[in-house]
């Protein structure tokens, strides 16, 4: 096994997460196989419990691992799927030496930070990275290891003493050090400086780390000269400084990495034969000249509570690219804050009111993404309202479902105390409830979380049709409450549809309102299996039905004969898709079919 560290330095949030996923891109298209593992220094347990503010979104994988949310970076670039023990935390190896020193494991030796701790950590680091994460037998050639965090924070320096014994002990040979450090460039001179890089370099030497390759991230290109500094200065031979700086789209970083040769030097450092094969990044290269070339833009308003944070929604965003992408238009998100549509802020803020109405009413289409607590709920409710009635596409996630549920069941089933228990412990019309499973004393890891399946009742609806007409799908979870079943027969006696329910039929998954041009919700959380190549099916639709190419058409297309129900999306893809049905008046969605000869 070949390992890749990749630490920062001198700030936080210099792109470590791309840039790891993106040195991972290019070992895998040289032909080796991938696996990743993050490394977050807080004590927490998981990031299931932190607020996105503080940390940015939560990140679901198909075991219920609530990680951050570089593995979802891991995930799309790298196309695999990984565990909960791909994220290590303080919290987790505390909590392993610990449980061992209850057991009497260590019985009459004083258990320390060294070596108990950092025997810990390489312990957990080589048992996860044997562990397949491409679909295929055996363990991957490489690990990437990210250390979150910047070199230098003390609660990462147990890792950072763990790491240096473990180069050690794997041999040069099988261990490459990759530190990414910013070289600023000051408006004032107008020219990189390299004393930042320098200092951090020094520090992490200090440590006992010693890195191979520099990746320094920077705002321009970095001319000869200041690589040539960086080398003197570092110890880091100049053909090993590779220049990351801004670039239109983060689907660049790979090739900008491999035009430096950043493959050859890695393979270098960890003895591999570099001629094996040269890395092909043609999709790559495609999709990211596609993504700067697009022009006709496609607004989606994200009505939700971390709005100031955009991290917050992160796989949402990214999901929402695949999928704009894939219908040739330019995805603009109008970030719309919930509780700025309420009439309280009215009274407060009407110039926030007013903005955040205007961006709302100027979308294509209108996301409610998942959340916690109540604070704008109304504005969400006020949002899910205007899509339906205004019939604008809507794609509701999660809270985003159970709100559209509210929403219907106020404004067509007139309860206008129908609420959330969430919310409203004590409505009188509870459409969404606590599940029974759920426990109400601990928060971490207690939600209905991970990869399960929903099934299909009708093939004819639309979710089911833009999944290709499969049976059931599994999709990731992460909730605690759920739609009332005993309300669903009311619901739906006014039209409101569900067409995915759990193996129980009792859960409700996926609620949809027929004859509406697209109003989606769903319990699950589809953005998490979102990839560049394969986008999410249901933002896929979503996004189509935003750039008016999913439409309803009469049942006979012109005489022209049907062919097998499918769905497809502009470019090899035709762009429209038809369906069945009455769209004009309410009616039901028939089964989407495409005509043929319409390639729009």
Known sequence: ??????????????????????????????????????IDPYLN???????????????????????????????????????????????????????????????????????????????????????????????????????????????????????????????????????????????????PKTKPTQHSVRGLRGLGLTPNI??????????????????????VPVENIIDVHDVSNIWHIPLLLKDQKAHEAILKVLNLPSGAQEPVLEEWSSRAELCDELREPVRIAMVGKYTEHSDSYLSVVKALLHASVRCRKKLVVDWVPACDLENVTKKENLEAHRAAWKKLKGANGVLVPGG?????????????????????????????????????????LGLQDANSTEFDPNTRNPCVIFMPEGSKTHMGGTMRLGSRRTYFQSLESVSAKLYGNQKYIDERHRHRYEVNPDMVAQL?????????????????????????????????????????????????????????????????????????????????????????????????????????????
């Open 214 to 235: 520099l990746a320094c991230r920077s705002t321009m290109a970095l001319d000869e000269n200041i690589k040539a500094k960086l080398s003197q200065f570092c110890h």
């Open 1 to 38: 096994m070949k390992y890749v560290l990749v630490t920062g330095g001198v700030v936080s949030g210099l792109g470590k997460g791309v840039t790891a996923s993106s040195i991972g891109v290019l070992l895998k298209a040289c032909g080796l196989r991938v696996t990743s593992i993050k």
């Open 372 to 412: 916690f607590g109540d604070r704008g709920v109304q504005g969400k409710i006020l949002a899910a309202k205007y899509a339906r009635e205004k019939r604008v596409p809507y794609l509701g996630i999660c809270l985003g479902m159970q709100i559209a549920v509210i929403e219907f069941a106020r404004s067509v």
């Open 492 to 600: 739906e006696s006014r039209g409101l549809s569900f067409p995915g329910k759990d193996e129980t039929g009792q859960r409700m998954e996926i609620v949809e309102l027929p004859g509406h041009p697209y109003f989606v919700g769903v319990q699950f959380h589809p953005e998490f299996k979102s990839r560049p190549g394969k986008p999410s099916p249901l933002f896929l639709g979503f996004v189509a039905a935003s750039c008016r190419e999913l439409e309803v058409v009469p049942q006979h297309c012109g005489g022209q004969e049907k062919v097998s129900p499918t769905y497809h999306i502009n470019g090899h893809l035709p762009s429209k898709v038809f369906a069945n049905g009455k769209a004009s008046n309410g009616g039901l969605y028939g089964v989407y079919k495409i005509c043929n000869g319409v390639h729009l």
């Open 45 to 191: 347990t998981d990031a299931g419990t932190m607020s996105p503010f503080e940390h940015g979104e939560v990140f679901v994988l198909d075991d219920g691992g609530e990680v951050d949310l570089d593995l979802g970076n891991y995930e799309r670039f790298l196309n695999i799927k990984l565990t909960r023990d791909n994220n290590i935390t303080t919290g987790k190896i505390y909590q392993k030496v610990i449980d061992r020193e209850r057991r009497g494991d260590y019985l009459g030796k004083t258990v320390q930070v060294v070596p108990h701790i950092t025997d810990a950590i390489q312990e957990w680091i080589e048992s996860v990275a044997v562990i397949p994460v491409d679909g295929k037998d055996g363990p991957a050639d490489v690990c990437v290891i990210e250390l979150g965090g910047t070199i230098g924070d003390i609660e990462s320096m147990p890792f950072i003493e763990a790491l240096g014994q473990f180069s050690y002990r794997v041999g040069a040979g099988n261990f490459c050090l990759i530190h990414v450090s910013l070289v600023p460039v000051l408006n004032v001179v107008g020219e």
